[in-house]
């Protein structure tokens, strides 16, 4: 049962006090008709700009609405709805929405920052505003500020409650999980003593089938205890464990979901996430450090080709059991593997709908080919459910989502080609020039549209003033850039600059390999939890060849030309290294592999490259 799910259900079954940011909310949602447990929906979230009624401008603070909701909220018993109030503020005024492409609402349109905002309170010097600035100062990581808030409200000694003056004290003391066994994602809850001998419990979703990120997040003004006895009587099956979780591993845990989080795009929202997103990380950052990550099964490719006989020698299979249906499950068992929780036997609604849509755009084939992947689907859902023990209701469910999204499926691998033949006939047909060079491609597309031929080229050197200030000077010499990477991932990053260097003077040459040394520099600060993982060192540099190659237009069948199986044979590693690739392109905020070759950085691409780009701009009167 995910997070959503189980909030929908413990909404109908409880009532809790309406105030703070959630009053209204909280009991106003009834759960949709039909809608299967454990399911996480895969559409975009809603862009609706946060209600800031709590938020004024600075010459509006002494407005009897916002003293009066933080009368409401001071004169309840329990903390939770300033404490949610606060949250709420912080959230919607964070820096690190500025310049979100997805931002339901960026700082700076809002006028004013949080610092600014804080000035504001100190300036007006009213009980209430004092009594939120306590509880700003306890969650903002900025010492600065924080010591600000500190001297302002102990210089005026109005009369605030006195828990909002100990809120260091506050202190988690229970963390378990909910694993449910088709392992979509997991509830973490957090219990959490204040100092006033109240309680409050944090409910976290982290969702595995898209990247193991925090998709969703409440507070409730209850025990631990309570929660996980309300979760009991809601979810009363056999198929969710409850467990202990060591607050270490919590903390490594939700603060690199969180992290994950907020560089998707686009970003997850709900009624109560990311609202509540600074109380999480304050709860979160008084927990011990050095826990464990989450760790990915691993699959070696003896361990592959054995499931793949076991399936095809089983009843389930045995019907199937031919060379088509064999490469299709080879793509089947690679998205098992690199994607979702990485147990390729384990099969919920949503990881099904998710590879029906994934492999029209990762699959290449004939479309008398593909066709058969439902059904193979069907078969390979019902043996995995028998192996792992997954009851016969999970099943139903999956195989139900499988009926929903077929013709989805079908849809897609008919609107556009797929075979070898198809696409070849498309570039020998033309269909736009390929930066200046005629009957070709620009960037892993055929263009006619002149806007779309400006967007990509655009999309390729990051801004019109890149574009416009491009030079054809050759990539230079360059040594590893070290600065601002976690010395934890200096191992590997070497490792895998190391073998990336071996294929670039192999195959390529200086150029190539600068190119490739920055791309890796970019991705470790961005998101270094990319170097953190299980993965092998040799996939990720075939994954980094692979893709500077791509945005640098190699890779395109000219006769003696580099190909993606070259790379992959000399590191070692199987051909499919789009699902290495995509972490490391989202990192830095670029497309999935599967998508255009657009890097967004001139840096990124060789000189002859660059020249391509100037002829197009030029000959295109881009500006």
Request: net charge negative; aromatic share 8%; with cysteine.
């Amino acid at each position: 049962m995910s997070c959503t799910d189980w909030l929908y259900g413990f909404r109908e079954n409880w009532h809790p006090p309406a105030t703070g940011v959630y009053a209204g909310t909280m009991t106003s949602k009834k759960r949709p008709k039909n809608r299967a447990p454990h399911r996480t929906s895969t559409r975009k979230p809603s862009s609706v700009p946060p209600r800031l009624a709590a938020v004024p401008g600075e010459d509006e603070l002494p407005e009897l609405d916002l003293l009066a909701g933080l009368d409401d909220a001071l004169r309840q018993p329990h903390p939770f709805a300033l404490l949610a109030q606060a949250s709420s503020i912080m959230a919607a005024l964070d820096e690190r929405q500025k310049g979100h492409p997805a931002a339901r609402a960026d700082p700076e349109e809002l006028g004013i920052s949080l610092t600014e905002l804080c000035d504001s309170f100190m300036d007006v010097g009213l009980r209430q505003t004092d009594a939120l600035l306590k509880v700003i100062e306890a969650m903002t990581p900025d010492e600065l500020l924080a010591e600000r808030i500190r001297r302002s409200v102990a210089e005026r000694k109005l009369p605030i409650p006195g828990w909002t003056l100990r809120l260091e004290q506050a202190e988690p003391h229970r963390i378990v999980e909910m694993l449910h066994v088709l392992r979509d994602g997991d509830n973490v809850c957090i219990g959490v003593h204040l100092p006033n001998d109240r309680e409050l419990s944090i409910m976290i979703y982290i969702d595995h089938n898209l990247g193991t990120v925090v998709k969703d997040a409440f507070v409730l003004d209850l025990p631990v205890e309570d929660v996980i006895a309300r979760w009991a009587e809601i979810d009363n099956s056999d198929d969710t464990e409850i467990r202990e979780l060591s607050f270490a591993d919590a903390r490594t845990r939700i603060t690199e979901a969180t992290f994950k989080g907020s560089i998707t795009f686009p970003p997850f929202e709900t009624e109560t996430w990311p609202a509540c997103r600074p109380l999480v990380e304050w709860i979160v950052s008084k927990l011990p450090e050095g826990g464990k990550e989450y760790e990915r099964p691993e699959w070696s490719a003896k361990q592959l080709a054995e499931l793949t006989d076991d399936f095809f020698d089983s009843e389930f299979g045995r019907r199937l059991d031919d060379d088509d249906h064999r490469s299709l499950l080879e793509s089947i068992l690679w998205f098992g593997t690199d994607y979702g929780p990485g147990d390729p036997l384990r099969w919920s609604p949503v990881s099904a709908e998710i590879v029906l849509g994934w492999m029209p755009r990762k699959v290449v084939g004939p479309v008398d080919f593909l066709t058969k992947t439902p059904d193979l689907l069907r078969a390979f859902v019902r043996f995995s459910h028998a192996a792992r023990g997954i009851s016969a209701d999970l099943t139903l469910q999956t195989l139900a989502a499988v009926d929903e999204f077929e013709s989805d499926f079908h849809g897609a691998i008919r609107s556009q080609p797929q075979d070898a033949e198809a696409i070849l006939e498309q570039l020998v047909s033309g269909g736009g020039p390929r930066l200046g060079v005629e009957n070709g491609w620009l960037s892993g597309g055929l263009i006619t549209d002149e806007d779309l031929l400006t967007n990509f080229a655009l999309a390729m050197v990051g801004s019109r003033r890149a574009l416009d200030e491009i030079d054809t000077i050759p990539l230079p010499n360059e040594p590893f850039d070290w600065d601002g990477l976690p010395s934890d991932i200096h191992d590997k990053v070497g490792e895998v600059v190391t073998l990336v260097d071996g294929c670039s003077d192999e195959f390529f040459d200086v150029e190539f390999r600068t190119a490739c040394r920055r791309f890796v520099h970019r991705v470790a600060t961005a998101d270094p939890a990319v170097f953190r993982g299980k993965a092998r060192a040799h996939t990720t540099a075939a994954a980094v060849c692979v893709i500077i190659g791509r945005a640098n237009d190699f890779f395109l069948g000219d006769p003696g030309e580099v190909r993606v199986k070259d790379i992959t044979a000399r590191l070692g590693v199987g051909p499919n290294v789009a699902a290495r690739a995509d972490p490391m392109l989202r990192a830095i905020g670029a497309d999935e592999f599967a998508g255009g070759r657009e890097l967004g950085d001139a840096a990124l691409l060789l000189a002859d490259t660059r020249e391509l780009v100037i002829r197009f701009r030029d000959q295109h009167d881009v500006t």
